[in-house]
């Protein structure tokens, strides 16, 4: 299991940016996987984004087509770091954002799948105001 903790939402304004961190500890090194979803008030979580990586370097991603284009997921230097730059924000984009990992061997398929992931954040909430 891998103990995460989200950072860097908060209210912005439309149109504006904001990056999301994912700070990792525990097995980070065995998580095949690392995603973003988010949940608005009263629907369920939805998918974000998701990365898989060796070696520090991404080798694959996917994200949801309501923010392709517009957020990036990357991974930062520090091999316990994951982040979702989010840029060209709508007021559809409030929510809870929640970091998540697969400690285990996942499929690509499933890497979009919240259940898919047993470990994950507590959440930041992003507000985006018109």
């Known amino acids: 299991q891998v103990q995460l903790a989200e950072s860097g939402g908060g209210l912005v304004q439309a149109g504006g940016s904001l990056r999301l961190s994912c700070a990792a500890s525990g097995r980070t090194a065995s998580s095949d996987a690392m995603g973003w979803f988010r949940q608005a008030p009263g629907k369920g979580r939805e998918f974000v984004a998701t990365t898989r990586w060796s070696g520090g370097n991404t080798y694959y991603a996917d994200y949801a087509d309501s923010v392709k284009g517009r957020f990036t997921i990357s991974r930062g230097n520090a091999k316990n770091t994951v982040y979702l730059q989010m840029n060209s924000l709508k007021p559809e984009d409030t929510a809870v954002y929640y970091c998540?990992?697969?400690?285990?061997?996942?499929?690509?398929?499933?890497?979009?799948?919240?259940?898919?992931?047993?470990?994950w954040g507590q959440g930041t909430q992003v507000t985006v105001s018109s």
């Open positions: 998540a990992a697969a400690t285990g061997s996942i499929t690509i398929p499933t890497m979009r799948v919240s259940r898919a992931y047993d470990s």
